[in-house]
């Protein structure tokens, strides 16, 4: 199938696959047979982190950038609706409209991610990933000791999203379909820009900066933006996700939270849109279910142990795996369809050399 020709719109529903129809279906009607548990603290919350994996994902992905300040990006943003908002704690709370809220949180985190693109992108592999993880620490420490801006330690609390059209948005079903909304979106957004021109050549400079750069494209330009973009994503998830919580404060932005949206990113698969969702699906579970297993400290040593194996056995993550099970299920049909024409040749050939056999004695 031409993924092209899905997202471009060129395509009919027949061309679609069948696992696209499916999945879609399923999202869709989730919460009809799901309890409120599971549309709200599982469905939404993968959601969620999925689509802040999926910023990471992108820059590392198709440019090449492994950045550990997405959550950091998406925790300014949901300071920024805490702050421009309104919020129960007192401190700030400047109580802008909605809609100019969220457009400000989101574009702050854009800003904010470019910023980060501007110092790291003239580094590579370990020097990168060390410097936007000395940016995440910064943030986290600055937010928990700053108590005029951010209320320090404590945080905000009280942060709900607007009711629009006479409906709660922080009510399960209707907050899981606009997470929904928006991680689709995003996921279309991802994919359509990975095989645009700008796409397309941000995977050259993943693959030979010198070269793009010798041909007369700005290579440093061009990571900027992908940091931008990338930006616009986890802000927008940061906004879900002081929605989601109900609130916001330096833990949201923790290193050990930081270095989960790696293990989410890695564990689903770098290497297409939907890995980052399959990561979180399979990493809120684990938290929400393992604790029943074991103890809450030893938490983080499953979720290593997993880490681990899903890099060293299959270094494209879950969707690595299905790819592979997949593949060997067409090679096992097509080999079964290839005996079965060989053994056909085989009769017509016996038939053909039997009646020649015939006409012969005749």
């Excluded at 696209?20 to 919350?45: E, K, M, R």
């Excluded at 421009?84 to 400000?104: A, D, F, Q, R, Y």
């Excluded at 040593?301 to 494209?316: H, N």
């Amino acid at each position: 199938m031409d993924t092209r020709a899905l997202f471009s719109g060129s395509t009919s529903l027949s061309n679609i696959h069948p696992a696209i129809i499916v999945t879609a279906v399923f999202l869709l009607a989730y919460p009809s047979f799901a309890s409120d548990f599971f549309i709200f603290q599982i469905g939404a919350y993968s959601l969620i982190l999925g689509t802040i994996a999926l910023s990471l994902m992108m820059l590392a992905g198709y440019g090449g950038m492994v950045s550990l300040a997405q959550l950091t990006a998406a925790g300014m943003a949901g300071y920024l609706v805490a702050i421009l908002g309104e919020n129960s704690v007192g401190v700030m709370g400047l109580g802008w409209p909605w809609w100019l809220t969220v457009v400000s949180a989101v574009l702050g985190a854009a800003i904010f991610s470019a910023f980060v693109g501007a110092i790291s992108v003239r580094t590579e592999g370990i020097y990168t990933i060390m410097i936007t993880l000395a940016i995440a620490v910064a943030f986290f420490y600055f937010v928990r000791q700053n108590y005029v801006l951010f209320n320090g330690f404590t945080g905000f609390a009280g942060v709900e999203p607007p009711t629009l059209f006479g409906v709660y948005w922080r009510d399960p079903t209707p907050f899981y379909y606009l997470s929904l909304v928006i991680a689709g979106g995003f996921v279309w957004a991802v994919f359509y820009a990975s095989r645009s021109t700008f796409g397309l050549s941000l995977q050259a400079i993943r693959d030979n900066p010198r070269r793009m750069r010798a041909l007369g494209y700005n290579v440093t330009l061009h990571r900027v933006a992908a940091y931008f973009f990338s930006g616009l994503i986890a802000g927008t998830a940061g906004v879900l996700l002081v929605w989601f919580n109900g609130r916001i404060s330096p833990g949201s932005v923790g290193v050990d939270v930081v270095i989960d949206i790696l293990v989410i990113a890695v564990v689903g698969g770098m290497r297409h849109p939907v890995g980052p969702f399959l990561g979180a699906i399979a990493f809120v579970l684990l938290e929400n279910f393992a604790i029943d297993l074991i103890d809450r400290e030893r938490f983080n040593t499953v979720i290593g142990i997993a880490f681990l194996l899903v890099v060293l056995f299959s270094p494209d993550g879950l969707l690595g795996i299905w790819n592979r099970i997949r593949s060997k299920i067409r090679f096992g049909r097509s080999g079964q369809q290839g005996a079965s024409r060989r053994t056909g040749d085989d009769r017509q050939s016996a038939e053909s050399s039997d009646n020649v056999k015939t006409q012969e004695e005749v």
